[in-house]
């Protein structure tokens, strides 16, 4: 009885250790590292959006996908820009930080644009209305690039 007893207490450490291990915020390299991969997708979606928008490559059915692709990565930023996580070579300003409400509002905007780009296209939305939901996208993104990115 005792050695039962005994392995169920080691095993519930086990698992409390493992859960809580899982649960650890992510050393800032990490998060960082997280971050530079979101937005590294989020290039991508908006290049190829905007290369079949602009008609240089056929659609193909493929648009709904990077309509996707931001909708889906833009409702994470909120999350990726976890306070430390500042660290190599960032072009994240530190007014990220230090203006956390107005960082909120402008990523709501991002938040409410893609989510309408992906829903216009979604609902096959002619090339006007997706052409003015993409370039609400694009605005959105230069919102935050402008007060919240080094400049480039």
């Known amino acids: 009885m005792y050695q039962k007893t005994l392995q169920s207490v080691f095993l519930a450490c086990i698992i409390c250790a493992i859960s809580s291990s899982a649960l650890a915020e992510p050393a800032p390299e990490d998060a960082f590292d997280y971050r530079v991969a979101v937005m590294t997708t989020l290039k991508g979606h908006i290049v190829a959006a905007s290369m079949i928008v602009r008609g240089l490559v056929e659609d193909d059915g493929y648009l709904v996908n990077h309509a996707l692709g931001l ?68 605005m959105s993104c230069r919102g935050c690039h402008d007060d919240f990115r080094v400049p480039h």
């Open 71 to 138: 909708a889906n990565g833009v409702a994470e930023i909120h999350r990726v820009f976890q306070e430390g996580s500042a660290v190599g070579e960032t072009e994240a300003l530190p007014a990220i930080w230090e203006q956390p409400e107005k960082f909120k509002a402008v990523m709501e905007k991002s938040e409410e644009a893609t989510r309408n780009f992906h829903l216009v296209v979604a609902e096959g939305g002619d090339k006007d209305a997706i052409g003015a939901a993409f370039r609400s996208v694009g």
